[in-house]
């Protein structure tokens, strides 16, 4: 089955500066790839995602980049807020069936923007 | 904006008891789904229901657990028997036409 290894696991950033968040997987028939900001007491929410047949996706502060070749997927976060301070998800599923399409997660990465 | 609700958001119960978590989903939503997260590990899949049958389980959905959607609206999980290892926070997601899904804000169960 499909395995999605997540890093780094915890990142510090100063305000303003920007975050990257990097995500490898290993099922080739993976096609979609979301990004889940998860804040304290409340479920995974989605921030952006992306399917294989796009290298880049973009809304305002947030992109993500895939790389089907390599098997790796970041997320890249600029100008960076405190109100970005989050648990964020990668994860990956392969988007064939109509219905079922279950999600396998990375392990999270608990961002820290310091004012 | 439309909202998963899941009740209740904490559950302790003595194991051996039977548990039933509560989802109601949205409404235009087709695809329903379990995900659980033991404390410092991954979410894991459990369940997902389409067309009020099961679509696909993983390993840990074993006999010990059910999902039905009895009336249309609510959405729910049954552990049969409770063990300490189901300790866990359960999310419980919907999702409509487009590929993405909307999770609820979780149950967090407590196994004594």
């Known amino acids: 089955g499909e395995n999605v290894e997540q890093h780094p696991s915890t990142l510090s950033v100063q305000e303003g500066d920007s975050a990257v968040i990097k995500c490898t997987y290993s099922d080739s028939a993976s096609n979609y790839f979301p990004w889940y900001k998860q804040e304290l007491g409340k479920g995974p929410q989605l921030i952006i995602d992306i399917r294989s047949n796009v290298g880049e996706k973009k809304d305002q502060r947030i992109a993500v980049t895939l790389n089907k070749t390599a098997k790796h997927f970041s997320l890249h976060i600029t100008e960076t807020q405190p109100e970005d301070s989050a648990v964020y998800f990668c994860a990956a599923s392969s988007m064939i069936k109509a219905a079922g399409n279950k999600l396998t997660f990375g392990g999270g990465t608990r961002v820290l923007v310091k004012p | 904006e439309p909202e998963v609700t899941q009740t209740p958001s904490h559950q302790v119960t003595q194991m051996g008891q039977e548990v039933i978590l509560r989802c109601v989903p949205i409404s235009n939503h087709l695809y329903f789904y379990w995900y659980r997260q033991i404390l410092g590990q991954k979410v894991e899949f459990l369940v997902s229901?389409?067309?009020?049958?099961?679509?696909?389980k993983s390993e840990i959905f074993d006999d010990q657990f059910s999902v039905e959607r009895p009336d249309g609206s609510n959405f729910t999980l049954k552990i049969r028997s409770t063990k300490l290892e189901d300790s866990a926070m359960y999310f419980c997601?919907?999702?409509?036409?487009?590929?993405?899904?909307?999770f609820g804000s979780g149950t967090r169960l407590t196994v004594v």
């Open positions: 229901f389409y067309n009020n049958e099961i679509s696909e």
């Open positions: 997601a919907g999702q409509g036409a487009h590929y993405g899904y909307t």
